[in-house]
Nanobody, 120 residues
Framework: QVQLVESGGGLVQAGGSLRLSCAAS????????MGWYRQAPGKQRELVAV???????NYADSVKGRFTISRDNDKNTVYLQMNSLKPEDTAVYYC??????????????WGKGTLVTVSS
């Protein structure tokens, strides 16, 4: 089994910053992509940012220039630095990890989510 544990969410004023972390643990062989998704009330879950083990990144247009995704492969941890936060960034942020577990089965796991609230 693989677990993803997120941390770093909270309440911040517009224009402020937060840093999210997500650590993967358990029966992991290798993780290819790690990413952050978010779901606002009444909306579908959407991609925020993703990073591969080689460091390639992809961002949603709405966060480009404001958010930065990074990862520590040795620690199986992914980070999301969020700057210049806007009220529309308010959502539950979910961590995702895709790769192979210790039995070499493909894995696609989600964290439980961490709430980010940006006040105007």
């Amino acid at each position: 089994q693989v677990q993803l544990v997120e941390s770093g969410g909270g309440l911040v004023q517009a224009g402020g910053s937060l840093r999210l972390s997500c650590a993967a643990s358990g029966r992991i062989s290798s993780i290819n992509a790690m990413g952050w998704y978010r779901q606002a009330p009444g909306k579908q879950r959407e991609l925020v940012a993703v990073i591969t083990s080689g460091g390639s990144t992809n961002y949603a247009d709405s966060v480009k220039g404001r958010f930065t995704i990074s990862r520590d492969n040795d620690k199986n941890t992914v980070y999301l630095q969020m700057n210049s936060l806007k009220p529309e960034d308010t959502a539950v942020y979910y961590c995702n990890a895709q790769g192979w577990d210790s039995s070499m089965a493909y894995m696609d796991y989600w964290g439980k989510g961490t709430l980010v609230t940006v006040s105007s």
